[in-house]
Structure formats: structure tokens, C-alpha cells
């Protein structure tokens, strides 16, 4: 069994198979195949295309940037480089695979029927510099899915723009910047509880605001009652997540952000777990300001993953004079124009600014209309419901051998919540993780919330059946039963993936990123200059 490999840098897999008697003499074993990078594949003498050569001096532009040498690059034929490309996403794992069931930020199933309408030419190839009578129904997609955001969460207004859900909490909170600054109060701390998603204290702390934390129940929600001592004439406002991170809704909402606005703040709800409540409640209705939605993970986009991605924001009627430009809107004429300007003849006069050069993401915000549209109002709703069915599923079935210490809290919303406290000695939750791998799951979210001890978050999604969540149960609680039995074979998991367990810590801090030497034979990884010694 091979030890940990602490470099990071390619173990054998010839050793990897719990089965393997014997070694192949190419190192791949049966379809998972060693992959050697396209340096050690190709040769700088070898080139995939025949260009006749030069019979007199060709001009060139580039003056002393040409290059005197050619560059070190490998040449490789055309099926080579498809070969190495499509071997390479193999070793992928992806929602068509199998379940993701990663809380919090969930990879969920994105319907064929979004991808063909996101890539029909007016949207797929449509420009942000366009004249804007060469895209008014793109401009009409981006006017009905806002109309549908608006609606679906009770607020007054939304703003497009935003590239992702953090981008969004900061459109959020610039937002409640701008309103104090008309109200001329300088107010610079924001409550953020500890159920809350990690992305809120650090958007704050961003956005120039002061933290303070909020301390968690013992049931895992809200401690509305320290939340309330901390109000004040110097709170912003508070960044709370509902469902939180415990998966649990926030009972309490409507009386925190009463309070809150008897202090004369304001109500941020980090959208991102919206999914289990679409349909079902409207955020505006609990006295919230602002929230973010995450299109990829209520309406089923693809997931950001480095974008693009999209963040919309929706607001009350107490911010929405402050949204950032640039927004549609629909003119007394009924036709739908871009306002790229403050005007105060149209009644926008007082936007922070701009976050973003353009209008946003068109590719999501089709997909995104087009699952909206495609379930309806009442198919919204059951996606929530399925969700929550789900988790529950997941945490009643599981919970006599995993710890779930707010099972006793109520139904969990979309998220199961289980801890690694009970596993024998010296196995923790990264076992179960890495044991999943083996047994063809992604692993769940690990270590988070922070308030959980050997936190295991799972989220099945609503997209997942009954047949595919018992199959993932079934490995849950074997991997359970076997940290519990002291398996030690579950520390050097996985040991059917194409790479063994890394070094966690150094692959992070010290990730290899380069790669020295001559095409065509194998070269010495070098550490990074950003991540390495």
C-alpha cells in the first residue's frame, strides 16, 4: 500500500489497486489509465500540421519581440492531443457521473434543455456592444428572469449584474453603504452569526465594515437574543443565511429583522440555499433588504467553477434607489432599454456605481429562464420540496451511525448535517471523504460549518432518486461502520482513483505548477514561485 505521498507529484498507480497482483507493462490498469503530460508526450522536432517553409524573408511586425528560437513546445498530432485531452477529463468527476452532493455550493443536474436554448445563436453569439435595437429579446430575457427573481422572493427590484454570489454580497452591501450615506450615518460594523455562510464575514470585512460574530443555539440556529444586545447605533446590518449552514431555517427571521430595522439597520440574507425554500417563502416577506441569488445552484446553471457565473440581487424598496448600473427597464412605450446612466428623469440618480463593465452573464440568465419556465410555479416549489425530502432522507437514514447533532433540532432543510464525533480513535471525517471516492461519490462538503466538530455537510438535491441516494447511503454508512471498527485501510483512501491520497497541506501551499525539461522526456516538477520554497 503506498504511504502518503507528501510531494504531490504523481504516486504510481500501478500500485494503487487494492486488487493489483501484478503490474501492466503500459501502467495503466484495465480502463483508468496514467496520463503523462503533453511535455512527455510530444517532441519539439514533431509538429501536427506540414507548413511549407519560407523560400524568401517574410516581413514581420514584431520587430526585436521576434523570437529567434522556437519555443520549447510539445509537437503533437492531432490525435495525440484529442487522445490526451479526452483521457484527462476522464479522470474528471462530474455531475453526469454521479451525485455531487457538496453543501452549500451544490453541482446540481443542468437540464440538456438549458444548454440548447443558452447556445442558439441570438444568445450564444450576442455582443455587449451591440446597438441595443439589435438585441431586444436578449434585453427581454434578462427583463423576465428579473421579473421571475423579483416575484419569486417578494422584493422590489433586482440588480443583474453581479457575477457571482459573493459579487453579490458585496452588490449587497455597497448597497447598504449608499443608503446610509444618504441618510448621512456612518454606521461601520455588520452582525454575521456563526451558522453563516464563510463567504459573509469576508465580504464585510471587504466592504470596510467591522465583523462581530453572532453565537450559534445549542439547536444550531441563531442566538437572536445575543443578535439583539449587540444592535446599536453603529450596526449596518446583519449577513444571515436562511436555510443556514446547519441546514436548518431561521425560525426567528421576521423578529430579527424587525429588530434590526428598529435599530436602523438593514437585513442581508445570503441567498445561496435558496433552493430549498423556492416557492415556498419569500424572503421580502421576513423583512429582508437584500440577498443574493446563486443561479447555479436554485436555477440550475453550471457552476461558476472561475466563471463566468452570475449573482443576481434583489432588493427592497429601502435600497433600491442605491443598485449599481447598468439595469433594464421597460420604458413608458413598452419596449425594454438598457440605462447606463444615473437619471434622474427616469428616477435613478442615486446608483453606487457600476460593479461590472456590462449587463452580466446572457448564457446564465438564459438557462436560467429557461428552467424557470420549464418547471413553472408549481414545478419551483416541488423543487424545494424534493430537496428537503431528500436531506431528510439522507440524515434520518444515516443518523444511528453518524452523529447529527441538530437532528433533534427538526426536518433539516436541503442539507444533512452529521459530525465525526463517535469514529474510533485516530479516524476523522477526511477518511469518510476520501473513502467516498472509492466507492464512486464525490465527496460531501468537509470540516464546515465550523461550529459542527468533523463537520460532514451533505446535499443530495432534489434532482437525485430514491435508487441513487440509497446506493450513496449504503457507502456512507459502510464507511461509517468501518471507521468505527478501527478499518486502518481507510487512512491511505482512496485506492482506486487514478492518484492516492496527497498531502493536503502542500498541494495547497506548495502546489507544483511547473514543469522543467525537454519535450518528449520525462522532466522534474519544480515548486512554484507563488505557492513553494
Known sequence: MNAVNASGWRPQMGEAGEGAVFKTASGDYGLMLEEALSFELGSSAKCGVDLDTPTRPVASGLAKFLRKAAPALPGLTEPEAVRHYTRLSRQNYAIDLGPFPLGSCTMKHNPRLNEKMARLPGFADVHPLQPQKTVEGALEVIEQLADWLITLTGMASVAMSPKAGAHGELCGLLCIRAALDARGEKRDVVLVPESAHGTNPATAAFAGFKVQSIPATPEGRVDVEALKAKLGPNVAGVMITNPNTCGLFEPEMK???????????????????????????????????????????????????????????????????????????????????????????????????????????????????????????????????????????????????????????????????????????????????????????????????????????????????????????????????????????????????????????????????????????????????????
Open 255 to 533: 423578529a430579527i429583522g424587525d429588530a434590526v430595522h428598529a435599530a436602523g439597520g438593514y437585513v442581508y440574507c445570503d441567498g445561496a440555499n435558496f433552493n430549498a425554500i423556492v416557492g415556498k417563502v419569500r424572503p421580502g416577506d421576513l423583512g429582508v433588504d437584500a440577498m443574493h441569488i446563486n443561479l447555479h445552484k436554485t436555477f440550475s446553471t453550471p457552476h461558476g467553477g472561475g466563471g463566468p457565473g452570475a449573482g443576481p440581487v434583489v432588493l427592497s424598496e429601502a435600497l433600491a434607489p442605491f443598485a449599481p448600473l447598468p439595469f433594464v427597464s421597460r420604458g413608458d412605450d413598452g419596449r425594454i432599454h438598457l440605462v447606463e446612466e444615473e437619471n434622474r428623469g427616469e428616477g435613478h440618480d442615486q446608483a453606487f456605481g457600476r460593479m461590472v463593465a456590462f449587463h452580466g452573464q446572457m448564457g446564465m440568465f438564459t438557462r436560467a429562464l429557461t428552467y424557470i419556465l420549464s418547471h413553472g410555479a408549481d414545478g419551483l416549489r416541488q423543487v424545494a420540496e424534493d430537496a428537503v425530502l431528500n436531506a431528510n432522507y439522507v440524515l434520518r437514514s444515516c443518523e444511528d451511525l453518524l452523529p447529527a447533532p441538530f437532528a433533534k433540532s427538526g426536518p433539516c432543510m436541503h442539507e444533512a448535517l452529521f459530525s465525526d464525533a463517535g469514529l474510533a480513535e485516530g479516524f476523522s471525517t477526511l477518511d469518510i471523504a476520501k473513502g467516498l471516492i472509492d466507492e464512486g461519490f464525490h465527496p460531501m462538503t468537509v470540516y464546515f460549518p465550523l461550529v459542527v466538530k468533523g463537520a460532514m455537510l451533505v446535499e443530495p438535491t432534489e434532482t437525485e432518486s430514491k435508487a441513487g441516494l440509497d446506493r450513496f447511503i449504503a457507502s456512507l454508512r459502510s464507511l461509517a461502520q468501518r471507521a468505527k471498527d478501527g478499518d486502518q485501510s481507510l487512512h491511505s483512501a482512496p485506492h482506486f482513483a487514478p492518484r492516492r491520497r496527497l498531502d493536503e497541506t502542500l498541494a495547497a501551499r506548495k502546489p507544483v505548477l511547473v514543469w522543467q525539461g525537454t519535450p518528449g522526456e520525462p522532466g522534474t516538477p519544480a515548486l512554484s514561485e507563488f505557492g513553494g520554497s
